[in-house]
């Protein structure tokens, strides 16, 4: 082996280009020939230390040791170059065979009749390059079951188009991470290159960003083709709808982003700009519409251009007798206005709401029916009806109970705040202007509003000074009432039960339980994007990848598996693909790729999925 340092200079243009390739000398019959083994880019070493640099990728590839001081230039450049070059000889797993060159190499993938004795030297077997493939190939099956490949096809991407996208979204679900970390995931982690047939080496991390954004343009048609694939796949009868909303932060500023506002953070980062995403399920937990609004959007106002989105479906769902029922539209108070409520009426939908204010006129009966009773909790509910809906009144013991800690809590804390403040005024350098200890009154009551309206609270005014501060509870307010432990839920639908009710609304939990799993099993955060196609990018590659994961858990559970996305992939991961090589007593080396044997969990879930539990085959270089 040798180096050799290549010039090109284009047409026309005075610049040249310079870089080294690692080439190899052999003999045919017609006489000496040479050929280019790998290309080096531009190297830095200086000339006198090419030969040392061929020489010594030479000595790693066929396993032989140094017998001279390697320079601390070279070593880490050979062993790149030599890894590189090792990844260039390994055939993929597709092929069965490769025809040997003139160098007598050999790849013989694995058969299960075939055996293979070698007399080998045991001190010199290393294993490298190990990356993992359990999880990756549980992803990627359901990927290509559920049909997303014929779908992108449909869309106009091409098989390598397909094959990026396939990466991206099973990236997200395994190394949930930003674009440019699932790039670093898919070179240095994991095996989904070879399982998709991808070279990642020569992948840049620019192509991730084009994924994105071709699946964004695409999102409609995406959304629309994957929910009908998922009906028909899996009988989804689609007979409610669950809306809700979330929001996720940033910690750069708002740059030129129309869609980044600050607003009311989920979690608690009111310090920086957010967006918020609002997605609609089914009863079964499959994602149907997704959207992006502003950080500081109405929750209200986001109702209405989901509605009209989902009117591109029919408002109605066929029971398995053919019959045609209205579809139930499940959303939270901060959504139920009433011109809300109005809208889905006359849309064709009903609706099963949180009252946002107590009904005035509502009288509960006297008889209430449990509706749902465990160990540590009971839930009682009574049902009132009105002219054109359903109010449902219920109370919980355990909801009673957090909320009268809450109450005695936030008593204490506003009352020693009161305290701390009338005794301000009586102190040397305390707070004692009039209009100031209005001002620190003003605050405390913010800080504890949910107590703060039962109190009566006089300031003496003494010469433009605070003289005395007195408070007391309202006579007319009993604070009990609002620590209760109830709440009322509304709904059009007349005919169902007070406990249909109540099952149908705690649906919400299993959107509160998406959205948990999307920030943090699924990379919804962290979002390091300042433009807004990037953004919503990134946010629709989240969706997808609950797709699939949604789909996975839906054969688990059919099997008695219920565990979070989270340990599932983790137990997964055990699972590797890794190089290993040794030298025979003849001096010749073999290499072997080869996937590690499945443990007792990937046997399981392999076979609650019907697909294979030990991906890829093994193959097998002889130099």
């Known amino acids: 082996m040798f180096i050799r340092q290549i010039v090109k200079q284009n047409k026309g243009y005075q610049q040249k280009f310079i870089y080294h390739a690692l080439m190899e000398s052999y003999r045919t019959e017609k006489g000496p020939r040479q050929r280019m083994l790998l290309s080096l880019g531009k190297l830095s070493l200086p000339r006198e230390q090419w030969k040392f640099l061929a020489n010594r990728i030479e000595e790693i590839l066929t396993g032989q040791q140094s017998f001279t001081l390697v320079d601390v230039n070279v070593e880490p450049l050979a062993q790149h170059y030599a890894e590189l070059l090792k990844k260039k000889q390994t055939p993929p797993p597709v092929k069965e065979t490769l025809e040997p060159s003139s160098t007598q190499q050999k790849s013989v993938p694995a058969k299960e009749d075939q055996h293979h004795y070698e007399e080998v030297d045991v001190d010199s077997l290393i294993n490298r390059q190990s990356r993992t493939i359990g999880a990756e190939h549980v992803c990627l099956s359901m990927i290509n079951r559920i049909g997303v490949p014929d779908i992108l096809s ?93 929001n996720t932060h940033f910690e750069s500023g708002i740059g030129k982003s129309k869609k980044k506002r600050y607003g009311h953070s989920k979690q608690k980062r009111r310090d920086c700009p957010l967006v918020t995403l609002g997605l609609v399920i089914d009863e079964d937990g499959f994602p149907k519409r997704s959207e992006v609004f502003e950080g500081n959007v109405k929750e209200g106002k986001t109702l209405m251009e989901m509605v009209n989105r989902l009117n591109q479906d029919k408002p109605t769902a066929r029971q398995s007798g053919g019959e045609e029922v209205k579809k139930t539209v499940v959303i939270d108070a ?44 009971q839930v009682e509910a009574s049902l009132v009806t009105k002219e054109n809906e359903v109010v449902l009144f219920c109370r919980s013991v355990k909801k009673k109970l957090k909320e009268k800690s809450i109450q005695t809590l936030f008593q204490e804390r506003f009352e020693q705040e009161l305290e701390r403040i ?186 609650a999925l019907s697909i294979e539990s030990k991906p890829l085959r093994l193959n097998k270089i002889s130099v």
């Not at 991407?157 to 699932?182: C, K």
């Not at 849309?347 to 449990?370: H, K, M, W």
């Not at 599932?568 to 190089?579: E, G, M, P």
């Open 154 to 246: 449909g869309l106009g991407f091409n098989s390598q188009q397909i094959q990026w996208a396939q990466t991206t979204v099973v990236g997200r679900m395994v190394y949930p991470s930003s674009e440019y970390g699932t790039y670093q995931w898919t070179k240095r982690i994991s095996a989904i290159g070879e399982l998709v047939g991808l070279d990642v080496q020569r992948l840049s991390h620019n192509r991730f960003y084009q994924v994105s954004d071709w699946l964004l343009e695409n999102k409609e048609q995406i959304e629309k083709k994957l929910s009908d694939r998922e009906r028909t796949l899996f009988s989804l009868s689609e007979k409610i709808i669950l809306y809700d909303l979330t």
């Open 334 to 377: 901060g959504i139920a206005e009433e011109e809300n409520l109005e809208q889905l009426r006359n849309e064709g939908y009903d609706y099963i709401c949180v009252a946002r204010n107590i009904p005035l006129d509502i009288s509960p009966q006297d008889e209430f029916v449990t509706v749902r009773y465990t160990k540590d909790n």
């Open 422 to 607: 009338r005794d301000s005024i009586h102190k040397k350098g305390g707070t004692k202007r009039y209009d100031k200890v209005l001002s620190r009154i003003g605050r405390a009551q913010e800080r504890y509003k949910k107590v703060a309206y039962f109190y009566d609270i006089d300031v003496d005014n003494r010469d433009g000074n605070a003289s005395h501060i007195r408070w007391v509870m309202k006579p007319n307010l009993n604070i009990d009432e609002r620590f209760s432990g109830t709440y009322y839920l509304r709904t059009s639908r007349m005919d169902i039960t007070e406990k249909e009710i109540w099952n149908l609304y705690v649906m919400l939990t299993d959107l509160e339980d998406t959205f948990r799993c999307m920030k943090s099993e699924l990379g919804l955060r962290p979002n390091y994007h300042q433009k807004d196609h990037r953004i919503e990018g990134h946010l629709f590659i989240t969706v997808l990848a609950y797709h699939i994961v949604n789909c996975i858990q839906w054969y688990l559970h059919r099997k008695g598996i219920y565990m979070r996305w989270g340990t599932i992939r983790d137990y997964l991961s055990t699972q590797v693909r890794v190089t290993t090589e040794f030298t025979t007593r003849k001096g010749k080396q073999i290499i072997l790729r080869n996937t590690t044997e499945p443990e007792p969990f990937h046997t399981m879930v392999a076979k």
